[in-house]
């Protein structure tokens, strides 16, 4: 991310475009989490699937077959409706939108333009310290996928996505700069993932956005927007806007005006295309569709859904402060969940805040949370991996931290044992593996002082140099020989003790 924000947003970020105002407003399609599509019973599929293994005669649109709605696709629109503060509208409303393509084989999409499920909501963006307004949510079915096989010149249908259920999530003209739109995004991305409705992959198409931007001069009114469709990643997302902003002003500059287009991106060369103007604009002849009823809800099961809406971001990370943990412990346990660590794979075993939670009952928040993120994090991130990859469950985790918290095993000696558990997945308790690592802590006695006092001894004379600076009070150069002596035990002596003892033998040797 910050190595995008220094290509779009160079010293000068304020003064880019210097005396314009750029509007944006985004229309989200996200896929609907649910195992079966929109209106028929298939399964929805993944990207990995062989092509138009998932379609029944509904979705390939034969003659005859009926749409049926799935109730589970209505439930989580509700619940992002719910998240979005929209209102919900007791009583929405299917319309055909015609258009001929061949990724549609009914020659019409359903969707909800003319009645949607809910209008008005905002979706906040507590780091932006700003919001951005919902102007409507609808069910709508996803289309089938083309590709154009260009050296055999051929098309292909894979009618796999064929009627999934999608929501359009449309915001009001609210955003005014790249950073905003992928501020909004991202958040929209991890409150679509914290209520379960979506997963939000931009990566794997679950989420796409259209952009429509335009830019006036400061204290105008708006001006014509472009609509950029269907792009695929934050970046690009952020790199079209750019573009397109620059290409209004370099018109309008050049005594030219915009017109209302809807426009393409080329991730080649970083800009937008034309697609149509307003004026080739299909005419979809929207009609109700003659086949589904109104959708109707009872305040009950509106009720229903409200009382089962999990803890959304903004709660959660208040909750989080509110037991101590500071802002960024907070933004690294939320980062993970929100999968903006590389590489999510959309498919979270436990999420982070989660797996925090469980290790917390009755355990110290801090201390949890350092494990969890300086070194569970860490170790997981120097492996190239992921959250999702952990390994170590709940049970282990708080086995090792009771460990450490109680001296059984020192801090060093349980940052190895976290290690080897990463190496060699087990479900074997904690203790019996610090036991046959040799890593539990020496108890506290005579044997154990006059180990530590040999191997005190050893350091000092390994480290004559390190030891005279020590002597004259270099608290650096101390901690040095702490770690010679924690290497010499294998971890298993106290630091502090270590000290302690070293301290004690250096003012001695004056
Ligand atoms: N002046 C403007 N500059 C930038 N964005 C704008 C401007 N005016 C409106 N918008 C945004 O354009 C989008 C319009 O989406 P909407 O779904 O309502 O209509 P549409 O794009 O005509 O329909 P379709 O769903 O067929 O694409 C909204 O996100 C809105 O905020
Ligand atoms: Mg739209
Ligand atoms: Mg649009």
Known sequence: MAVLQLQLAPPMFAYRWPGWEVVVGIEVHAQIKSRRKLFS??????????????VSPYDAAFPGTLPRLNPTCVKLALRTALALQSDIHLRSAFDRKHYFYADLPSGYQITQQYSPLATGGVLELPNLGTSVRVKQ?????????????RRRKLSHIDLNRAGTGLMEIVSEPDMRSPEQAAEYVRTLQALLRAVGSSDGNMEQGSMRCDVNVSVNRQGEPPGTRCEIKNLNSVKFMMIAIASEVYRHIDLIDAGGTVSQETRGFDEDRAETFRLRSKEDAPDYRYMPDPNLPPLLLTSKFIDIARQSMPELPRATRARLLDVGLTENNVDVLMAVDSGRDIGFDGEMKQGAVAYFDALAEGRDPKVVVNWMTHELLGQLMSRNQT???????????????????????????GKSVLRHLLDNPSSTSVHTIAEQLGLLALEAGEETDKALNDWCKQAISALPKEAEAARKGNERVLNKLVGRVMKLSQGRVDAIRTKEVLSGMLVQGK
């Open 41 to 54: 019973e298939t399964l929805t599929s993944t990207l990995s699937e062989a092509p138009n293994t998932h």
């Open 137 to 149: 949510i609808q069910l709508e079915q996803d289309t089938a996928k083309s590709t154009f096989d």
């Open 387 to 413: 959250f999702s990859h952990n390994p170590i469950s709940v049970a282990q985790m708080g086995e090792l931290i009771d460990l450490v918290q109680a001296g059984t095993v020192t801090g060093t000696g």
